[in-house]
């Protein structure tokens, strides 16, 4: 039987390797669990008025409720990150003058970009605004 030399070294590196690598494997085929969304503001869905929006000012969010069922806007412009003002039709920007409709969309900039919709979820009578 022939002896062949290996070095310690490239034994600790053979061993990293391959270890690292099987770290890997699993991480890549472990399933991936949804994470658990946090509740921003919990309401009372008869507290929305119809056609009109509850204010949240420390959350920067409006719970909307049309014809077409409960959504929620932020109220962070898409141009600088402004607070919106919500006026009776629309929300305006105070900083430079965008100007979004009730659904979000930009109707005159600088903005390009809507309000962000959030995940709304509502039962038993209650509205949850979910965040990230």
Not at 70 to 82: D, E, N, P
Request: hydrophobic letters at 40%; aromatic letters at 4%; a positive charge.
């Amino acid at each position: 039987m022939e002896n062949v030399p290996q070095s310690r070294r490239k034994f600790i590196t053979t061993l990293t390797l391959l270890l690292a690598s099987g770290g890997l494997l699993v991480r890549y085929l472990k399933p991936l669990t949804p994470a658990r969304r946090r509740v921003l503001v919990s309401v009372a869905a008869a507290d929305v008025p119809l056609n009109g929006a509850l204010v949240f000012q420390n959350e920067r969010l409006a719970v909307m409720k049309d014809n077409n069922g409960v959504y929620a806007l932020s109220l962070v412009c898409t141009h600088l990150g402004c607070t919106v003002t919500v006026t009776e039709n629309s929300f305006s920007c105070p900083c430079h003058g965008s100007l979004f409709n009730r659904q979000g969309k930009v109707e005159r900039g600088p903005a390009n970009g809507p309000l962000g919709r959030l995940h709304v979820v509502t039962e038993n009578g209650m509205i949850q605004v979910l965040g990230a």
